[in-house]
Every structure is written in structure tokens, then in C-alpha cells.
């Protein structure tokens, strides 16, 4: 079970955009991010989760979607998201939340594949005006943004080239294509 979800949880960036996911998903959701592990066991992240047209575009506006995909500015309207979860750190807890958003972000995720829904991990954030954008506190560091909808795109992972080239493509038919190390090449031996 859990590997099917690792497989169907790909880096989604197109959605259909009028397949609407609710407020009560979104907060399983990140329920399901605030049950898993924390560094010391202190839990800094606090969670901003959006489904509105409003508050979607203030956060769409301000994240960059694929840096490998040169000629793609992002999803075009229809094609948006339909969530999103905004994960912060809260500062007056914790200056560096270690690997907790990895996890948080990942566990979300994973969670929205086994809802039917698929997502994105975007780190590449103007912070400072979706900071502003959402009034939040100055406690409050913007770390990543998970974008959360029905899949538009189907995504398959393929082994990657004798190149070591990581950077995914698209086809011609809009196929997202992944490369992937193989797992000889990643377990060393000692």
C-alpha cells in the first residue's frame, strides 16, 4: 500500500481546477502532517490552508512552478490548483525547524494521493510578498507551499540516462517525464 502511494505521489503542477477540494480535506490533511515526527518533539510549523478563488490567487501569484521547464510559466487558468497548504515556521518556538517540513510536506502528499488528489512542493516562493499577501505575523517564516487539486498530467518515472541528467521533460503529448537513480546507485557498499 504504501508504495503504491510513493508511486502515484508525483510532482503534480496541473490540475483541474474546478474539482474543488474542501476545507475539512485540507485539515486531515494537515492533521495527518501535525501527527508525524518533530524534531525534538517540539513542533514549530504552524499551517495557512486556502481553497477560496481570493485567497488561491494571492498565493498562486507568487510561486514559481518548474525551473527545468524553461518555456512553461505554470498552470494556465482551469489548470490551477484548487488548495493549498502554506507551511510556516513559527519562530518564537523554534529558529530552525530541522527536517520537520520535509516531513510535514511529504506526509500531506501522500495523504492527498490516498483522497484522490495530487500536489506540489513549491519552494521557489516570493516569501515576502506572500508574507504580505496573507497578513501574517512577523513570528511567522514562510517555508514551503504544497498546491493541492485533481491531476491534470499524467507523470512517469524513468531511468535516468547514462548522462546522470536529472532534469525532468515533457512530451509532446504533455506526459511529465522523471528521472530517477537506479537503486544500485544509491546504496553504497561498505
Known sequence: ??????????????????EKITVETLKYLVNLARLSASGSN????????SNTED????????????GYLKDWDGPEEGEKPSGYVVILNDT?????????????????LLGAVEKGFG?????????????????????YEIILV?????????VVIEAMDSNNDVKYWRDENKVHHVPKRS??????DI
Not at 518564537?92 to 500531506?108: M, N, V
Open 92 to 108: 518564537s518556538i523554534s529558529k530552525s525547524p530541522s527536517f520537520d517540513p520535509g516531513i510535514a510536506a511529504q506526509t500531506i
Open 183 to 188: 537503486l544500485e546507485d544509491i546504496i553504497l
Open 146 to 154: 504544497v498546491a493541492l487539486g485533481k491531476p491534470k498530467e499524467q
Open 55 to 66: 485567497n488561491n490567487e494571492k498565493i498562486f501569484k507568487t510561486l514559481g512552478w518548474a
Open 119 to 139: 500536489g506540489c512542493m513549491l519552494g521557489n516562493v516570493n516569501k515576502k510578498e506572500l508574507k504580505s499577501n496573507l497578513n501574517l505575523d512577523e513570528k
Open 1 to 18: 500500500m504504501i508504495k503504491e502511494l510513493v508511486l502515484k505521489n508525483r510532482s503534480c503542477r496541473r490540475f483541474y481546477q474546478n
Open 42 to 49: 517540539l513542533q514549530p510549523l504552524k499551517y495557512v490552508i
